[in-house]
């Protein structure tokens, strides 16, 4: 069975019901944000106490980096000073650095007995000098450390040779010492040249950082600890934690959030954790670094979450208190607004009852005076009906044709009278594209008609330049309804002398055309050739050019430049100059018409030179005719030298091999590159012949004789000078052996002076004592 309910009970119902769903939404939704909200201040405030107390323990540590590094700064002359001195003097500086500073436990140096000892030549053994509180004195050592070898520790610092913070240990390895302490070094490297020589370090009892740390609690229930770069723990509110890993106090949040990685690189880092009664902890790990030291070490805060959430618990507490107060006082409003609207609601709904069966009169206008949406709707109700009033009478207008007529629009959002509007702007197009049409159409005709045109003149005027230049010109520029024209051809005869020239002109001033050459890039029509583009002008400068009658003369309103080209090649340029500015239809047939001309002339072009070289080329045959005879007569003779050539070239080998059972022959190119080497080479220097070819000719001499010398430069100018060499020189063979040698060096050039080779034939001088 269907429910019906009055307007008044489902205002009342609907309303209540949506508000009471928005109301608690939108309440949950603020509860949750604001909670979330006020926890993340929390942690982040958390956060940044952390980090807070990291920096003041950070400044403690730079603190000591800065001592330890200002004295080893000013130890670094100690090779300048006598041994003795300087172990003295540096010993007594250590005592009031130790006085005036209560925090540091020792004060301790090293030295490498390399660095001062002559002729050490072990990289290990070194001298150290102490000093350390005992009650209220303060007493020394020195001693010699490392003669075996150095400890990893001190050995790791000596090959980083940098600034560092060391890991907690127990200093037991000190003669003289009564207790066992556990501490931290801070020690900064004494260099010389960069060279590690030694160190200055400051040991700081971790006994002091545990006081620090323990007086970190930013709230009730948190505690700190500071863990070193290998994550173990230097300080914590618990001291049997100390001196332990990590990892063994909390081995799963070390393994679940890589605790030992995000240590050692200095990450800041919060996560949440439980301990073993489930109670939730929010852990931050920020990280502990002096600015110059290798090592980082951490500083971790751990804040129980139950404090930090109590204000957030009781803001959604007097939150809720307040949401269920609101809801029962929005019941009772919306009670009285539904009764409120069930009036004139009636009134408005007979109304619209009528206009949905089509009647539209002033009589269905309403007149209500409340004040509130409803006094709105009816105005709205109103306005409709004055407006379908309107839209009657415009859509008469319509059908009689009087489409100037207008309507006045309801809204941004009347569908209806867009939709009548659209409807008498869509009749009002048709009609004006029809109009367009019948334009568009007649240009097509005239240029379709002008193409006709030019065709014909192109056809007939084929076979003479001038005369296709002059009838062209002349006809295009009455076509276009132009007043002045010329016709610029470009004149390739000479390659190194291109320019364009002036080969016709229509109502041209004469001062005009005495200009009959321009360069390609020169003026407007260099440019248009140049550029290959149309160019257009409306404003014409007053001296630039004018048309004239007898009456009178006046500037043009336009001049155009078109290319004559064919393919993107530019064979001229067409200019005309008009009293009206050219449209576009107009500029794209005469771009249409250059093309033509532009093929025209080319092929007139090539006709002319094509019976230019027939001529040419019945007068070479003729020519060729007679050289012919000539020829045969020079090849009798060309094979009789051949034959003599052959003759000498079989002597010259004869000569080159009784000449290399004693001599050595190389052949090089201009860079030295060895080309060529015979036998009686290859038995001198010891190479074989796979070793020496590609070898660069001055690795057979000596130093003396090397590229480097100044005698060996002044060769290579002497053969690049087409000037041969003689004289003794020192080759070194396979073995380093120097060969004292008489050498020829001759260079060999080709017929057109470019250099060849140099060949070079040389004799053992020992070998030239023997024959003798």
């Known amino acids: 069975m269907k429910i019906r309910l009055k307007i008044r009970q489902k205002i009342f119902l609907l309303v209540l019901t949506a508000s009471a769903i928005l109301y608690v939404v939108a309440i949950s939704y603020i509860l949750s944000i604001s909670r979330r909200t006020m926890l993340d201040d929390a942690l982040q405030i958390a956060q940044l106490t952390a980090k807070n107390y990291a920096k003041e323990i950070e400044k403690d540590?730079?603190?000591?980096?800065?001592?330890?590094?200002?004295?080893?700064?000013?130890?670094?002359?100690?090779?300048?000073?006598?041994?003795?001195?300087?172990?003295?003097?540096?010993?007594?500086?250590?005592?009031p650095v130790l006085e005036g500073n209560n925090h540091v436990y020792s004060i301790w140096d090293s030295w490498e007995y390399y660095g001062f000892v002559p002729n050490y030549k072990k990289d290990y053994g070194r001298w150290s000098m102490t000093l350390w509180r005992e009650g209220t004195q303060i007493l020394s050592v020195t001693e010699e450390r490392s003669i075996d070898g150095d400890p990893d520790k001190y050995g790791g610092f000596k090959r980083n040779n940098h600034d560092d913070l060391w890991e907690p240990y127990f200093d037991e390895g000190l003669t003289g010492k009564s207790e066992r302490v556990l501490m931290t070094t801070i020690a900064s490297p004494i260099q010389v040249n960069d060279k590690y020589m030694g160190l200055v370090g400051l040991d700081v009892s971790l006994e002091a950082l545990q006081e620090t740390v323990s007086r970190i609690e930013p709230v009730p229930g948190s505690f700190a600890l500071l863990v070193s770069a290998k994550s173990i723990v230097v300080a914590h509110h618990n001291a049997d934690f100390i001196n332990v890993p990590l990892k063994d106090i909390y081995p799963e949040d070390f393994e679940n959030e890589n605790l030992g990685q995000i240590v050692a690189e200095g990450i800041d880092h919060c996560y949440y954790r439980y301990d073993e009664f489930g109670k939730p902890y929010y852990m931050c790990f920020v990280p502990v670094k002096p600015s110059s030291s290798l090592a980082v070490w951490s500083l971790g805060l751990s804040i129980p979450l139950d404090v930090v959430t109590s204000r957030a618990d009781d803001s959604?507490?007097?939150?809720?208190?307040?949401?269920?107060?609101?809801?029962?006082?929005?019941?009772?409003?919306?009670?009285?607004?539904?009764?409120?609207?069930?009036?004139?609601?009636?009134?408005?709904?007979?109304?619209?009852?009528?206009?949905?069966?089509?009647?539209?009169?002033?009589?269905?206008?309403?007149?209500?005076?409340?004040?509130?949406?409803?006094?709105?709707?009816?105005?709205?109700?109103?306005?409709?009906?004055?407006?379908?009033?309107?839209?009657?009478?415009?859509?008469?207008?319509?059908?009689?044709?009087?489409?100037?007529?207008?309507?006045?629009?309801?809204?941004?959002?009347?569908?209806?009278?867009?939709?009548?509007?659209?409807?008498?702007?869509?009749?009002?197009?048709?009609?004006?594209?029809?109009?367009?049409?019948?334009?568009?159409?007649?240009?097509?005709?005239?240029?379709?008609?002008?193409?006709?045109?030019?065709?014909?003149?192109?056809?007939?005027?084929?076979?003479?330049?001038?005369?296709?230049?002059?009838?062209?010109?002349?006809?295009?520029?009455?076509?276009?309804?132009?007043?002045?024209?010329?016709?610029?051809?470009?004149?390739?005869?000479?390659?190194?002398n291109v320019y364009l020239e002036l080969i016709s002109a229509y109502a041209w001033d004469r001062k005009k055309h005495l200009e009959m050459r321009v360069l390609l890039g020169e003026g407007l029509v260099g440019a248009c050739a140049l550029e290959k583009e149309t160019i257009i002008l409306t404003e014409i400068p007053e001296e630039y050019i004018s048309i004239s009658s007898g009456l009178g003369e006046a500037n043009p309103n336009c001049i155009l430049l078109v290319p004559l080209k064919q393919d993107d090649k530019v064979v001229g340029v067409f200019e005309v100059a008009s009293f009206k500015v050219f449209e576009q239809y107009e500029i794209e047939f005469i771009e249409k018409v250059a093309e033509s001309i532009a093929a025209t002339v080319i092929t007139v072009k090539i006709n002319e030179k094509t019976r230019y070289l027939l001529e040419q080329s019945q007068q070479q045959a003729e020519e060729m005719q007679a050289q012919e005879e000539e020829m045969r007569q020079n090849m009798e003779e060309l094979m009789a030298t051949q034959e003599e050539m052959a003759r000498k070239e079989k002597e010259m080998g004869w000569t080159m091999d009784a000449l290399g059972s004693f001599a050595m022959h190389l052949e090089y190119d201009f860079k030295g590159i060895i080309l060529y080497a015979n036998q009686r080479t290859l038995d001198v220097t010891g190479y074989i012949k796979e070793e020496l070819i590609g070898k660069h000719h001055s690795s057979l001499l000596d130093n003396e004789s090397a590229s480097s010398s100044e005698a060996y430069r002044k060769f290579w100018e002497d053969m690049e000078n087409r000037l041969a060499y003689q004289g003794l020189v020192k080759w070194i063979d396979h073995r380093n052996n120097i060969i004292t040698t008489k050498v020829l060096r001759y260079p060999i050039f080709d017929e057109n002076g470019n250099p060849l080779k140099v060949v070079e034939l040389a004799v053992v001088v020992d070998d030239l004592i023997k024959e003798q």
């Open 316 to 496: 959604r507490n007097i939150s809720l208190i307040i949401g269920i107060s609101a809801l029962f006082f929005l019941m009772i409003i919306l009670f009285f607004i539904a009764n409120g609207l069930t009036r004139p609601i009636v009134k408005i709904t007979n109304s619209l009852t009528k206009l949905g069966q089509g009647e539209i009169s002033d009589d269905l206008q309403l007149n209500l005076q409340s004040g509130d949406e409803m006094e709105l709707m009816a105005n709205a109700l109103n306005k409709s009906i004055q407006g379908l009033n309107k839209k009657s009478s415009f859509a008469m207008d319509i059908e009689s044709g009087r489409l100037e007529s207008d309507l006045e629009l309801l809204s941004e959002g009347d569908v209806l009278g867009k939709s009548l509007v659209d409807m008498r702007n869509s009749l009002k197009k048709a009609k004006d594209d029809e109009e367009q049409r019948a334009i568009e159409d007649r240009k097509r005709t005239w240029a379709n008609e002008g193409f006709a045109h030019f065709a014909n003149i192109l056809r007939n005027n084929s076979k003479d330049l001038q005369q296709l230049s002059d009838e062209v010109l002349k006809n295009l520029v009455k076509y276009v309804e132009g007043n002045q024209g010329a016709i610029f051809l470009i004149n390739e005869e000479d390659k190194n």
């Open 61 to 95: 540590f730079e603190r000591d980096l800065t001592l330890t590094r200002t004295l080893s700064q000013a130890f670094s002359i100690y090779q300048t000073m006598p041994t003795p001195l300087w172990q003295d003097l540096f010993l007594k500086m250590y005592y």
